[in-house]
């Protein structure tokens, strides 16, 4: 029983202390908030203000004892309630308040009112377990439901494909034909001219030069080029990264690093394939540390040519595309020497072998040979002993050499120069995670059809049930059947920014093309494995295509720039404008900020949405939106306070950076996940089928919330969700995966994705 030195008032919040330390925590955005609402309540007085306030110390929660008699207090109360209708805590609340003093006169409409308000802020949930029973004659509902959706699969299409719908028609028409027919090869030769034949029937068609300007026989369409080297991804990944290399980057390196003279030269013959070339710039040492490669470009005034040097075995220009066997002149990266000074890394264009394949002179190469996977392009590694090239041959848009051996630049700074002109390229880390992305959805559409197809165990004297109906398999395929849909929103807003971009917004797009790319590449190597293990021993034959997909796809994650590498550019980058946010906000900044981020936690740590696990909550856009951002801000906010302190401690800023290396990697996964997030909500919102828009709002749900689930960890760590709520969202996602898997079969189908180009005889019906 309940001390009788408590007063009606006290009593009547109980029920709501009880259930909001029922979790044991209250965390100091609740402490703050109930402190000042109790304080604010003027029917209350100095000594009970003072217990209530004394139950909400977090160092000295209330004791075993004092719960128990909290407890006991609300069960013998309970039964003295009216039986119909709902109540709540305020409900119980006043009724033991009513028990203990028959004189109500501080009980008014308002004070009741005042309660309720609490406890709707509070958000106290329901204690009640749900659970669904699956009855025999459900079961048989259910089997007759198998591969029928209501899902407008063409409309769905049209909302992956965006703008490009008509040219992925053409292509996949055309990778129909007889001479794109699928087979194994095995022998690297035979495959690699198979790619080469293919990359040229493409560059016939126009599509290698589609990012070209017009004048060269392109389209000026970075966005129709994109959507080619996704569409076919979907065929032949080693066909896929041959395109890449040949129009991407060799075709892409002299159209935005060189002038009008390279462009008129040779973009024409690299866009029809005239003129097969490489791009240059990793090296055996140096692989990411573009910056400290070894290569060197001398000028030399005498002969006015360029002398390109490779120094030592290490650096060798490695794992190019393009040089074993077909280049016939590259973009080689090197660090350009005029009159003795070094001005950086620049780009300088070297023959290495002629149309008849004969090495160049000087120039030296290796064959990478066979490897994990994509044998069907040609890799090597090259090294250049003095090699000479005309001063033409620097790709000057940044760094130029004028008639007189002087060099200049409009980028005065060496460092922001580099970093100018990796940014120019960042189209690869565009195209290459759309290509993944492309293999996985093969991946997850043969899973899904196997899955409808193959029967195993079930009730005895039954017919075996479809693998896909049982809940473990659902939870393996369907979250990362919603991530696919999230992840192509994201990068079609990536390559329409990119397509669009001014110059004042390449520094945002830089870095949210290099965490696009580490992302989606290591969700597509991901989801293939998985996708392998759900088809059991028939995932295993080559025949079903995982082989190839997981063989071929696995450099993704190290191919143009190591993912782990590049997620710490993103830390950096995201870092930089949160500086610039705050600092270059000033006085005011700060004041904003600090206003943000207390409105932040008081929405994120109030008890409405740390324990409330009401469904309709959960699936609330604003919700699973504030909490992407949320852990995206503290992040931040936490990683910045570490590097001031580890700086102001006289620590140097790259030893202060390693220390936060892992803490720095957080906050780039959480920018990344809030922006595909972000996307996710914006292609709903811009969707003007209703229908469809549900369609599209349970994938959205199923991507946050498991999102959500996957970084429970942290999220319980900081207080921001309960124990309860992270149960219940495991829950829901259950049941989204659930009623994912109903629509599973048209979801897939929307991919778009021609029989022919699976190949898989498992996914065929």
């Known amino acids: 029983m309940l001390p009788k030195t408590y007063s009606p008032q006290v009593t009547a919040f109980i029920p709501l202390f009880y259930i909001g330390w029922s979790d044991a925590v209250l965390g100091p955005s609740e402490l703050t908030l109930i402190q000042s609402k109790i304080n604010d309540f003027t029917w209350i007085n100095k000594t009970d203000k003072k217990l209530l306030l004394s139950w909400m110390n977090p160092t000295n929660p209330p004791s075993s004892d004092l719960y128990e008699q909290w407890a006991s207090s609300m069960q013998a109360s309970a039964p003295k309630m009216e039986a119909?209708?709902?109540?709540?805590?305020?409900?119980?609340?006043?009724?033991?308040?009513?028990?203990?003093?028959?004189?109500?006169?501080?009980?008014?409409?308002?004070?009741?009112?005042a309660l309720k308000s609490l406890e709707a802020k509070i958000g106290v949930v329901s204690m009640e377990l749900h659970s669904e029973i699956l009855t025999q004659q459900q079961v048989k509902e259910a089997k007759k439901a198998l591969n029928t959706s209501k899902i407008n699969v063409k409309g769905l299409q049209h909302i992956l494909d965006d703008d490009y719908i008509e040219i992925r028609e053409n292509v996949f028409k055309i990778l129909h034909d007889p001479m794109f027919n699928l087979e194994t090869i095995r022998n690297k030769e035979d495959y690699r001219e198979q790619v080469l034949k293919w990359v040229h029937?493409?560059?016939?068609?126009?599509?290698?030069?589609?990012?070209?300007?017009?004048?060269?026989?392109?389209?000026?369409?970075?966005?129709?080029?994109?959507?080619v080297f996704e569409t076919l991804g979907y065929h032949d990944l080693s066909l896929v990264v041959k395109f890449g290399v040949q129009f991407g980057l060799w075709g892409g390196s002299v159209l935005w690093l060189g002038t009008e003279k390279h462009h008129k030269k040779y973009l024409n013959e690299i866009g029809t394939m005239k003129l097969p070339g490489c791009f240059a710039m990793t090296e055996t040492g140096h692989g990411s540390n573009v910056r400290n490669c070894e290569t060197t470009a001398t000028y030399d005034p005498a002969s006015d040519e360029i002398i390109v040097h490779s120094p030592s075995l290490?650096?060798?220009?490695?794992?190019?595309?393009?040089?074993?066997?077909?280049?016939?002149m590259a973009s080689v990266f090197a660090q350009l020497i005029v009159d003795g000074k070094n001005h950086g890394v620049h780009a300088i264009l070297v023959d290495i072998r002629n149309k008849k394949g004969v090495i160049a002179s000087g120039v030296k190469i290796e064959d990478c040979a066979y490897k994990l996977g994509l044998n069907g392009v040609d890799n090597g590694r090259i090294w250049f002993d003095q090699v000479r090239v005309p001063r033409f041959n620097l790709l000057n848009r940044f760094g130029n050499i004028d008639e007189q051996g002087v060099y200049s630049s409009p980028i005065e700074k060496e460092s922001k120069r580099f970093f100018t002109m990796l940014g120019t390229l960042v189209g690869g880390r565009m195209c290459v995670p759309r290509a993944g992305l492309s293999a996985a959805k093969a991946s997850l559409t043969i899973a899904i059809r196997y899955a409808l197809k193959r029967r195993q165990f079930g009730d005895k004297n039954q017919e075996e049930l479809l693998i896909m109906d049982y809940p473990?398999?659902?939870?393996?395929?369907?979250?990362?059947?919603?991530?696919?849909?999230?992840?192509?929103?994201?990068?079609?807003?990536?390559?329409?920014?990119?397509?669009?971009?001014k110059e004042e917004d390449m520094r945002e797009i830089e870095t949210l093309a290099a965490g696009l790319k580490s992302v989606a590449t290591w969700y597509t190597t991901d989801t293939i494995q998985e996708c392998r293990e759900a088809c059991g021993g028939k995932g295993y034959l080559a025949e079903n295509r995982f082989a190839d997909f997981k063989a071929d796809s696995d450099i993704f994650t190290t191919f143009e720039g190591d993912n782990t590498v590049l997620m710490q550019l993103v830390a950096k980058g995201v870092l930089g404008d949160f500086n610039e946010e705050i600092v270059g906000g000033g006085f005011l900044g700060m004041i904003n900020f600090a206003s943000e981020r207390f409105m932040a936690t008081i929405r994120e740590k109030n008890f409405v949405n740390t324990n409330n696990t009401n469904e309709?909550?959960?699936?609330?856009?604003?919700f699973q939106l504030d909490a992407f951002v949320y852990r995206e801000r503290d992040l931040m906010v936490s990683v910045g306070q570490r590097l001031r302190k580890f700086i102001k401690q006289g620590i140097p800023s790259y030893q202060a950076f390693l220390r936060c290396q892992n803490h720095l990697l957080e906050v780039a996964h959480a920018y990344v996940d809030r922006v595909i997030l972000e996307q996710f909500l914006a292609q709903i919102e811009a969707c003007e089928d209703p229908a469809l828009q549900k369609t599209l709002k349970m994938l959205c749900d199923l991507y946050a919330l498991h999102t959500i689930e996957a970084n429970k960890g942290w999220y319980l760590e900081q207080g921001c969700l309960s124990g309860s709520k992270t149960r219940a969202i495991r829950r829901v996602v259950d049941k989204l995966c659930k009623q994912t898997r109903n629509d599973a079969f048209a979801l897939v189908e929307a991919f778009g994705i021609p029989d022919a180009c699976l190949a898989a005889p498992i996914a065929v019906f």
Not at 86 to 111: C, F, N, Y
């Open 314 to 328: 290490s650096s060798g220009k490695d794992y190019i595309g393009n040089a074993a066997a077909h280049g016939e």
């Open 472 to 501: 473990s398999h659902q939870r393996r395929l369907m979250p990362r059947l919603a991530k696919a849909y999230a992840l192509d929103f994201a990068l079609t807003y990536l390559t329409k920014r990119f397509s669009t971009r």
């Open 616 to 622: 309709g909550h959960l699936k609330n856009s604003a």
């Open 201 to 227: 029937l493409l560059a016939e068609q126009g599509y290698g030069a589609l990012h070209l300007p017009k004048e060269f026989g392109g389209k000026d369409d970075m966005g129709a080029y994109a959507a």
């Open 84 to 113: 119909e209708g709902r109540h709540s805590l305020v409900d119980l609340g006043i009724e033991m308040a009513k028990i203990r003093s028959k004189k109500q006169t501080w009980l008014t409409q308002d004070v009741i009112e």
